[in-house]
C-alpha cells in the first residue's frame, strides 16, 4: 500500500468500522484513524 491515496482511505474505512463496533479504545483508534485519513486526503489535493 505504497499508493498515496489508498493509506488514508484504508484509515477511514479502518475508523469507520470500528466506530460501528465501539468500546472505549475503540474510539480512540477509530477517531485517530479517521484524522489521519482526511489529512492524508487533504495533502494529496
Known sequence: M???ILSPIAALVAGILVLIF???LN???AI???LVGIMGIMAVY
Open 2 to 4: 505504497n499508493h498515496p
Open 22 to 24: 465501539p468500546t472505549i
Open 27 to 29: 474510539y480512540i483508534v
Open 32 to 34: 485517530y484513524l479517521i
